[in-house]
């Protein structure tokens, strides 16, 4: 079976609180990758620029980014998360809140550099 891998700006206050907030209930179930450490490779097909965009999330198949990934780590985070990730789950509202997650994945990055 493949790894299951979070991969998340440590270097953003708010994604680093969520990730430390949520470490226990994910791991070891997931690996958590903070894509801002020096060391940090990008996965085989993807750029640091494109993993800094938007949170990913590998399911030992296939790469979900953005709303999606963090629907599939609150689901596995259980108790409330796995609410709110039902909630944000449907028709609809899964539209409306994608939205608001680009739009504020995109203001994140306002005057931020992604370079390695």
Same mark, same amino acid.
């Given at each position: 079976m493949a790894t299951k891998r979070l991969y998340y700006d440590g270097?953003?206050?708010?994604?680093?609180?969520?990730?430390?907030?949520?470490?226990?209930?994910?791991?070891?179930?997931?690996?958590?990758?903070?894509?801002?450490?020096?060391?940090?490779?990008?996965?085989?097909g993807y750029t640091f620029a494109a993993m800094m965009e938007r949170?990913?999330?590998?399911?030992?198949?296939?790469?979900? +980014?953005?709303?999606? #990934?963090?629907?599939? @780590?609150? =689901?596995? !985070?259980?108790?409330?998360? $796995?609410?709110?990730?039902?909630?944000?789950?449907?028709?609809? +509202?899964?539209?409306? #809140?994608?939205?608001? @997650?680009? =739009?504020? !994945?995109?203001?994140?990055? $306002?005057?931020?550099?992604?370079?390695?």
């Open positions: 270097s953003c206050g708010m994604c680093r609180r969520e990730i430390e907030h949520l470490r226990g209930r994910l791991e070891p179930e997931l690996e958590l990758v903070d894509i801002s450490a020096p060391a940090f490779e990008p996965p085989a949170i990913h999330l590998h399911d030992g198949e296939r790469m979900q +980014v953005g709303l999606p #990934a963090s629907l599939v @780590y609150w =689901r596995m !985070a259980g108790g409330g998360f $796995r609410l709110l990730a039902g909630l944000l789950s449907l028709p609809g +509202v899964f539209a409306l #809140a994608n939205r608001a @997650y680009n =739009r504020w !994945a995109a203001w994140r990055l $306002r005057g931020r550099s992604c370079s390695a």
